[in-house]
């Protein structure tokens, strides 16, 4: 028998799969419950609500990043900013191996619901948040070790970076190739951010 927490990381996996493939609005809950094979009365025990369950979902799928993004943060040997660059390039790859599909659902929702599901908007603030104050930190650092700039602040340049990624991730998906990642990374990374 599959336990309860189970069945709903389960019902968050699909549903993040679903809402990256598919978008919110052509997502349904009986896809839902019936990809994972769970009665659709096992979705409400869980979910308040289809606008409950994609805002749950933002924060599942964040989640992952912000490990990732920690562990590269966290490598005693590694300056911030060749963290952040390490990070950035395990992005790319993994996106090209994905075959450049999703790019983001917090990017893809943000332009789909994100001024119209209070419940989302708030999700998406918040998930956005988190990723962000985690380079921020990280690009402080650097500022103090002297290997990022100092006359810009730590905070508009993870802005830069949050605001950039989707930009370049939304490029990623209409040209099929990783060229505007890899820009992003040259042009900010190695570049602007630079001492």
Not at 92 to 109: H, S, T
Request: aromatic share 10%; glycine share 6%.
């Amino acid at each position: 028998m599959i336990n309860k927490q189970s069945k709903r990381t389960r019902l968050l996996d699909q549903g993040v799969y679903l809402l990256m493939n598919q978008g919110y609005h052509a997502t349904g809950i009986n896809e839902i419950v019936s990809a994972v094979q769970v009665p659709k009365g096992s979705f409400y025990s869980y979910f308040d609500s289809k606008e409950e369950f994609a805002a749950q979902a933002i924060t599942h799928y964040i989640e992952p990043f912000i490990q990732l993004l920690t562990r590269h943060l966290q490598h005693s040997q590694v300056d911030p900013l060749t963290a952040l660059k390490n990070y950035y390039a395990e992005l790319i790859v993994a996106v090209e191996k994905n075959g450049y599909k999703g790019g983001c659902l917090l990017g893809n929702l943000m332009g789909e619901i994100g001024d119209t599901s209070e419940r989302c908007n708030q999700a998406l603030k918040s998930a956005v948040e988190r990723y962000k104050v985690l380079q921020y930190k990280a690009l402080l650092q650097a500022q103090k070790e002297g290997t990022v700039r100092t006359d810009r602040s730590a905070e508009i340049m993870a802005n830069l970076l949050v605001n950039n990624w989707q930009g370049a991730l939304l490029r990623m998906k209409i040209e099929q190739s990783v060229q505007p990642l890899q820009e992003f990374c040259d042009t900010l990374l190695y570049d602007y951010f630079i001492a």
